[in-house]
């Protein structure tokens, strides 16, 4: 993760949607950003985000955390903008595509980068694009106000119970090492 210095002062993490099929990249992003704005980050993308994250979870820096970002007006020099390729919408089928919620390797993907952003920046939590428009459902009309915070919760919980394997297989180690 780079943190880089400039404008953005983030106080949140918030949550976008492709709103596209699940086949495009980051690249593609990119492109289409290119044609918004010509406004190139310090890692050389055009994308407005400072994440995405594509169905195959795999996850893409485009901007420095420090970077101010361009993806929610008002919001985005005091916010980490982190794009999903979904498009959780019953709008999809307007424009031809079946609605997808994330896949489960974009969930471990975000949990994991929340994780890292928590610990380089104390910022936890998820918000959504829409907390800050009344003019867009993003990340989707069918992601619940829970899915964030339920995501969040679960990580943790895997987290500890990994913990816990590893404490109780160390202390049967022990108990056999010393009988
Ligand atoms: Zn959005």
């Not at 709103?19 to 990119?30: L, P, R």
């Not at 950003?33 to 893409?60: A, E, M, P, Q």
């Not at 929610?72 to 498009?87: A, D, E, K, P, V």
Request: charged share 25%; glycine share 8%.
């Amino acid at each position: 993760m780079i943190l880089g210095k400039g404008k953005n002062n983030p106080k949140r993490n918030i949550l976008h949607c492709s709103a596209t099929t699940k086949h495009i990249t980051v690249g593609n992003i990119n492109d289409y950003h290119k044609t918004l704005w010509h406004s190139i980050s310090n890692l050389g993308s055009y994308c407005g985000y400072h994440f995405v994250i594509d169905y195959l979870g795999k996850r893409y820096q485009t901007r420095e955390i420090y970077e101010e970002g361009m993806h929610t007006i008002g919001q985005n020099r005091s916010s980490i903008g982190i794009c999903l390729i979904m498009y959780p919408d019953t709008e999809a089928w307007r424009y031809g595509v079946e609605p997808y919620m994330p896949s489960r390797e974009q969930e471990i993907s975000l949990v994991k980068l929340l994780k890292e952003i928590e610990e380089e920046t104390r910022i936890s939590g998820i918000s959504y694009h829409r907390d800050f428009t009344k003019l867009k459902t993003c990340p989707g009309n069918l992601i619940p106000a829970s899915w964030g915070r339920d995501l969040i919760r679960k990580g943790k919980i895997s987290f500890l119970k990994r913990q816990l394997f590893l404490l109780r297989r160390y202390l049967l180690f022990l108990l056999k090492k010393y009988e």
